[in-house]
């Protein structure tokens, strides 16, 4: 009779728990396995896994008030952890209590799906003790009690890379298997030739390598000769010969290897294209320094600083954090703007003169041509190594709801080929701090349609120029007063039209570059110094040290962003970033007619020249590291001065190391090959 009982209740029970996984549509075994789970939590002497998982969940910290919301529990711990007939399995329940919205971390069994997840989160399925295991913030440090649930998340465990991600590593394998097997086939050569061996072996270990047996000939073609299968056509066998010429096979051998590469990237001489302007290496190292410590603080602040309310106080307070993320935004870039248009010019100018003082259409096109081979080997080299690691990493709790919004190449990567990626709504750029590169180089193509005017008539010029900078001006002013936009950062953060629609855009941006090509002309064209006394120069450095300090001080009285049409904001939008521009010019121009006294020694050290040599490297590569540290982490990142100033030590470190790999390997065979070599 006891027996028939016990199979009646097992039975009911059955049914009941298949008729409530019908009614909560979840699948049967992720409703036993939690209701497993569940059950041994509640007994007086849990199983070990029960444990485990039970304090894998998230749990309120100290600091909510100053923004430690984010409950994210233990990834690992729940993953190591394997029940009797499941394992743990880490997600995310995303959560909006009043104006708050926060995550908590979970752990459940790997049998439910995320629309299982979902189903027991919206029930209260998951209780210990009948107490939610997702309880809401109390009432005392949030006045609204009751959770909306967003969205829920599962972190996968496994990795399944996608045929795009797999083809983008082999692009990255190849990118640099070229200029490694580049290398050994000059060693060998090399070697060989140490030991005398005649011309025409040196090249048999080149021949062998590539697969073609033949002879080096002497009319300068390096030639091999096989026999084709029968013709369809006279069904006869014919020598067929392959021939590749000797010239262009050494110029890509020379090209590619590192014994040509490496050479010269620590050198201390001046790395600018026709030497002097030494003062730029200083001025552009420091510029990069400037963005990377920028980015070091602001891509944690983005998602997973767990007193972020105390670092937005911070850094408010005091032009000090204007380094970091503090103040206007990234002048540093204004400055890289502006050494692009001065060094553009110059390199134009160069090109025309060797031409024989004409600017042919040619000219213009070879021009262009060989920015678009300095910049994109290297851009699409990173893009690709970005999009690999993306798929092969395993993320962590904070970084996943970034990844599809700050990463959409799949629909969007022909943007940065066609380096216009700074067109595409932001969220929609592959690679994001990538869209400089587009801008730059839509910055790039009007320079020799400005030299023209500049050949042809200086009134036209001038009125032509003036009209640039006006028309930039005015756009960005307009821009700002009709959106209400903020000109101070951090608030320019949370504001996503100030991105769309003002910082990354060619018609706001252009005035820093167009202020450059002018420098750029008039210190290339100059008869006689500018500065002629010493007075002019000192008045000089008074008006540009003070502008630049009062730049940097407006922007913290006008911190507040306009609640409606604000004047103020609108004038220091259009304006402070051509003035920027034009304080770095008279630095420029200062240290070049020897009067930039001690700064000039400063800027021009040796010091600098290296640094210069992979500073672009350096930029596409310092995001990456940052992405890596961010995204893996399990838990949040404490704001302090030390614990940020450590973390841009380390990232420089890193993304100086693997810049001058890339450099030698990726960026500089493409600008050592020659035209003819191609």
């Known amino acids: 009779m006891a027996l028939g009982w016990v199979v009646f209740l097992l039975l009911v029970g059955g049914s009941e728990a298949l008729e409530s996984s019908q009614v909560f549509n979840v699948s049967q075994r992720c409703m036993n396995d939690t209701n497993t789970f569940l059950w041994e939590i509640n007994q007086d002497k849990p199983k070990e896994y029960a444990v485990l998982m039970y304090d894998a969940f998230g749990k309120m910290g ?27 399995q880490y997600c995310q ?63 996968s465990d496994t990795i399944h890379p996608h045929a795009s991600e797999v083809a983008c590593l082999f692009v990255c394998c190849v990118m640099i298997a070229i200029p490694l097997a580049a290398t050994l086939f000059t060693s060998i050569m090399r070697s060989e030739h140490s030991g005398a061996v005649s011309p025409t072996l040196e090249f048999s270990h080149l021949n062998s390598g590539l697969n073609i047996y033949g002879t080096l000939k002497t009319n300068g073609s390096f030639c091999s000769e096989k026999t084709s299968s029968t013709l369809e056509e006279n069904n006869s066998t014919s020598p067929v010969q392959l021939c590749i010429s000797q010239s262009c096979v050494n110029g890509c051998l020379q090209a590619f290897s590192l014994q040509t590469t490496s ?22 190292v420091l510029s990069l320094l400037w963005i990377i410590c920028g980015h070091s603080a602001q891509f944690p602040v983005i998602n997973n600083l767990d007193n972020y309310k105390i670092w937005k106080k911070t850094v408010e307070s005091s032009p000090v954090y204007v380094l970091t993320i503090s103040g206007p935004v990234f002048l540093a870039v204004d400055t890289f703007l502006l050494l692009g248009g001065l060094l553009s010019a110059r390199s134009l100018l160069s090109s025309i003169d060797k031409a024989e003082d004409k600017l042919s259409t040619s000219l213009v096109v070879n021009y ?53 990626s700074n067109l595409l709504p932001v969220h929609e750029i592959c690679i ?24 042809l008539n200086r009134s036209i010029f001038a009125v032509v120029a003036g009209g640039l900078l006006l028309t930039t001006t005015v756009a960005s002013a307009v821009i700002t007063a009709l959106l209400q936009l903020p000109v101070f950062q951090p608030s320019t953060m949370t504001s996503e039209n100030y991105v769309l629609y003002y910082y990354v855009k060619p018609y706001t941006r252009y005035g820093p570059f167009l202020i450059g090509i002018l420098t750029g002309i008039y210190l290339t064209t100059k008869k006689t110094q500018l500065l002629k006394q010493k007075t002019h120069a000192a008045i000089g450095w008074f008006c540009c040290l003070s502008l630049m300090a009062v730049l940097v001080g407006v922007a913290y009285v006008l911190r507040e ?8 904001h609108a004038l220091y939008q259009g304006l402070h970033r051509p003035l920027w521009a034009l304080a770095v010019s008279w630095i420029i121009l200062a240290c070049e007619e020897g009067y930039g006294g001690f700064i000039k020694k400063f800027l021009s050290l040796s010091f600098w020249v290296p640094l210069s040599n992979i500073s672009f490297a350096c930029y596409l590569v310092h995001p990456v590291f940052i992405i890596l ?39 500089k065979p493409y600008m050592l090959l020659k035209q003819s070599s191609i």
């Open 432 to 455: 994001p701090w990538t869209w400089y590169l587009s801008l730059d180089f839509q910055c790039y193509t009007t320079t020799p349609l400005l030299i023209y005017f500049y050949r």
């Open 93 to 155: 329940v995303f959560l909006k209590q009043g104006a708050v919205q926060y995550f908590i971390g979970i752990c459940v069994p790997d049998s439910c799906e995320e629309q299982d997840v979902r189903t027991l989160v919206q029930y209260s399925r998951l209780q210990f003790n009948q107490m939610s295991l997702i309880p809401p913030l109390p009432p005392i440090l949030i006045n609204q009690s009751t959770q909306e649930m967003i969205m829920t998340h599962c972190l």
């Open 561 to 568: 962003t306009p609640a409606y049409l604000s004047l103020p």
């Open 263 to 284: 050479q010269g990237i620590f050198s201390s001489s001046s790395s600018i294209p026709g030497g002097g302007y030494s003062s730029l290496n200083g001025i552009r």
């Open 629 to 667: 540290y961010n995204g893996l982490q399990e838990t949040p990142i404490h704001y302090t001065d030390i614990n940020f100033m450590y973390l841009f030590f380390g990232h420089l470190v890193l993304t100086v190391v693997v810049s001058y790999v890339l450099t030698v390997l990726v960026e």
């Open 368 to 420: 262009l041509l060989k920015r678009i081979k300095r910049v994109q080997p290297l851009h699409l080299f990173i893009m690709c190594l970005t999009i690999s690691l993306i798929s092969l990493v395993q993320w962590g709790p904070y970084w996943f709801p970034f990844i599809d919004t700050m990463m959409d190449c799949k629909a969007y990567w022909w943007a940065n080929v066609l380096l216009i």
């Open 62 to 88: 100290s600091n909510v008030e100053g923004g430690n919301i984010n409950q994210p529990g233990l990834l690992q711990q729940c993953r190591s952890t394997v029940g009797p007939s499941f394992s743990g």
